[in-house]
């Protein structure tokens, strides 16, 4: 096999979660765009549909499945659609992340509501999802990509909910790799900025702000794209990636 085909996902069977745009979106095509089919999972089902047939129109192999990540049952049950729709499952990214309302606050002036919410939808998904996606798997085994951010190794005052649950998530990556290996590799991605839906809401600033004000204290001097993380998710997904586990990478323009 010559290095380039190493970083091929041929035969290979993905689920992304919160995959309906954005970062997810990216990563998902990405995969696809690599050989893998690909279950694109988020709430809006409009919108996994969009991504879905987007796959489909360039030659690849998708299926769009609603879920609810603050639902364990559901995730539970997106495994199990994988498997059925495809015959197996190798690859599961857990993208999906944020928070419901979307509210910068202090951490010490966050209502437990919205607290629980955000570690649910960050952490405990991961939790649930690597769970899920391990039995899956089967004897095969697979990848477990998590997600994370770049928030989560520096304080993060006014979104301090969301940066613990990421300090979580490069634990628990660290965590499965060892009690999963060798049957399953587990890693991680920490994207710096990114100008989506969920950044443009929480700064109140437009792309094109976000942009220009990101950029100008990126070493790299921009802000990042999804294609960006979908790229260190092919390979990190790849058997170009065969001896990584229990790592999150940085991808973040230096900053």
Known sequence: MS????????????????????????IAVGLAEAGAAVVVAARRTNEIEAVAEKVRAAGGQALARTTDFLEVDQIE????????????????????????????????????KAWDNQIDLNLKSVWAGAKAANRAMGEEGGVIVNISSAAATKPSPMNGP?????????????????????RVRVVGVSPG????????????????????????????????????????????????ASWVTGTTLSVTGGS
Request: proline residues 5%; without cysteine; aromatic residues 6%.
């Open 162 to 182: 969301y940066a613990a649950a990421k300090f979580g998530v490069n634990s628990l990556t660290m965590t499965l790799a060892a009690e999963l290996a060798p």
């Open 3 to 26: 290095i380039l085909d190493q970083f091929r996902l041929d035969g290979q069977v993905a689920v992304v979660t919160g995959s309906g745009r954005g970062i997810g979106e990216g």
């Open 77 to 112: 049950a997106l495994a199990d659609v994988a498997v059925a729709e495809f015959g197996k499952l190798t690859i599961w990214v857990n993208n999906v992340g944020g928070a419901q309302d979307r509210t910068a606050r202090t951490i010490l002036g966050t209502p437990e």
């Open 193 to 240: 900025g990114i100008p989506t839906e969920v950044l443009m809401e929480y700064s109140g600033l437009s792309e094109q702000e976000l942009r220009e004000r990101g950029g100008a204290n990126v070493p790299l001097a921009r802000m990042g794209e999804p294609e960006d993380i979908a790229a260190a998710v092919v390979y990190l997904s790849s058997p170009a």
